[in-house]
């Protein structure tokens, strides 16, 4: 059938365009991200442990319903709040919200300048409780916290941003702990953009360790960390709490004097071959100027191909594996940086364009929160093939599935695309999100 509004392309005669397609989304994908959300009971604990210090007495929007929008669009790749205008009468967020029309633009910037310093500490409640819901479906063995710094670029004159010197541009310096086996992110906080990379992580790490202590005694913890965290608190924190650490430590004249037997071995092992690789290993016990007792020392001294320099790591730690171990240990914290860059590219954690640094604190939470729900989903429940995928692939993948809108008088039916490619992973993933046993509280 042919309508006067078709428009025929001239390229082709036989292929005409209109916008009579009626009701119809790109996202039918955040159903099964939806379905995950309720039947963890994660909508209703937000509904219940969120609100801002709102002064109006009732508001079409509500504070929990804003921060589920916030999440929603921050799954689909919708980081800024402009986009929601765009998505006002999408059929699948009006779905998944329960709403005829989501909150607008200004709307939703209104919500962001509300958060203060009591929804700072709310986020950290919720992020504890959501961490119980989802080890009463899968409970670790163990905890690797990897902690590290990073920077959120920042483009204005932000609250407290600044110039960091060893990022070489303008922004904000948080501190980050990921779970080097699950990729959950424990904790970010936000700090000025000119603190050095230690600074304040004794604070910052202790609630996490009594959180694991209290909630999940049972746990084994283990923590690294560079050289930018080889504090002495942060050693005593760890030892008289039962975590398992090992923290890099820079150079320096009495280590280098302290490892001088393993450069006398690799000289040795090395004076007949220059060119191939060569490495040794040792141990020690080193005393810094700062630290109450002395502490078990790994050193790897190597000898790169082609290169006569010999190459010096030197890890303090209080585990009792060999030197290999422990160097092999530590070198996997290097997957960290895949974690902060998904967290970056993949859930815009650079967002921090208000001008309130706890405005920013607080957005930075939010996009924390949509991190770990999306990390949860994808572990817990999409096909075992797929949960190595980054975000952006299942996306791609899952998300961006096309979808018409058929509504009757009692049911709302979505027809997604026929020639999806991942329709049996959708399936599945569908399958075992109702194999869920969800956490009553």
């Not at 190459?311 to 290999?324: C, G, Q, R, W």
């Not at 096909?383 to 952006?392: F, I």
Request: hydrophobic residues 40%; contains cysteine; glycine residues 4%.
């Amino acid at each position: 059938m042919i309508s006067i509004n078709d428009t025929i392309l001239e390229s082709n005669k036989k292929l005409r365009i209109n916008f009579d397609g009626g009701d119809l989304s790109s996202d039918a994908g955040l159903l099964l991200l939806n379905e995950f959300i309720n039947k963890m009971g994660f909508d209703k604990l937000l509904e219940r442990m969120f609100r801002t210090n709102d002064s109006a007495g009732t508001r079409q929007h509500k504070d929990d319903e804003n921060l589920l929008q916030v999440i929603f669009q921050t799954f689909a790749a919708y980081f800024t709040d402009d986009c929601a205008d765009e998505l006002t009468e999408d059929p699948v967020f009006t779905s998944i919200l329960n709403k005829e029309a989501l909150a607008s633009q200004p709307t939703l910037s209104r919500f962001f300048n509300r958060m203060d310093a009591d929804t700072l500490a709310q986020f950290d409640d919720i992020s504890r409780e959501l961490r119980r819901k989802v080890y009463f479906q899968e409970r670790p063995d163990m905890i690797l916290m990897d902690l590290d710094s990073t920077l959120l670029t920042t483009y204005g004159k932000q609250e407290n941003e600044g110039f960091n010197y060893h990022y070489q541009a303008h922004g904000y310096h948080p501190l980050v702990c990921y779970d080097a086996l699950t990729n959950d992110l424990l904790k970010i906080q936000l700090r000025k953009g000119t603190v050095s990379s230690g600074d304040g992580v004794v604070e910052f790490t202790k609630p996490l360790v009594d959180e694991y202590q209290n909630d999940y005694p049972d746990i084994s913890l283990f923590l690294r960390g560079d050289s930018g965290f080889a504090i002495p608190g942060l050693y005593e924190l760890c030892e008289t709490n039962g975590v398992s650490y090992a923290i890099r430590l820079k150079e320096n004249a009495i280590l280098r004097k302290l490892s001088s037997e393993l450069d006398a071995e690799l000289s040795d092992m090395t004076k007949d071959n220059i060119t191939d690789y060569a490495v040794v290993y040792g141990e020690f016990y080193y005393k810094a100027g700062s630290w109450g007792y002395p502490r078990r020392v790994i050193c790897k001294v190597e000898k790169p191909v082609n290169q006569m320099v010999f190459m010096h790591s030197f890890i303090v730690t209080n585990m009792d594996l060999s030197p290999e171990q422990i160097i092999m240990f530590y070198r996997n914290r290097g997957h960290m940086e895949n974690f902060i860059k998904e967290s970056k590219n993949g859930f815009d954690f650079a967002d921090v364009s208000s001008r309130s640094e706890i405005v920013n604190a607080n957005r930075v939470q939010v996009r924390a929160l949509a991190y770990n729900l999306f990390n949860w989903f994808r572990r817990l429940v999409l096909p075992e093939s797929m949960r190595k995928n980054m975000v952006d692939t299942l996306r791609l993948k899952l998300m961006k599935v096309a979808a018409r809108v058929i509504r009757t008088g009692r049911r709302v039916i979505f027809k997604l695309c026929s020639s999806c490619p991942y329709k049996t992973a959708f399936y599945q993933t569908l399958e075992n999100i109702r194999w869920l046993i969800p956490q009553f509280t």
